[in-house]
């Protein structure tokens, strides 16, 4: 059996979709796969309103 441990605001969020019924539900999951020789990695994107890649990476190195 696995547990699973939510934070106040994640379990709000469950009980307001309990509670509500949506107008609608949509998905799109973006999934890209780097693939080398020995390894791979992969990068997803749930949600998001913009990406900006070029900033993030410039501040984070």
Not at 28 to 45: A, G, P
Not at 46 to 52: G, P, T
């Amino acid at each position: 059996m696995r547990n699973y441990f939510y934070s106040d605001e994640e379990l709000s969020h469950l009980k307001y979709i309990r509670d509500n019924s949506p107008i609608r539900i949509w998905f799109e999951h973006i999934q890209y796969v780097f693939e080398y020789e020995k390894f791979n990695f992969t990068l997803e994107v749930e949600l998001a309103e913009e990406v900006n890649l070029s900033d993030s990476i410039k501040n984070n190195i």
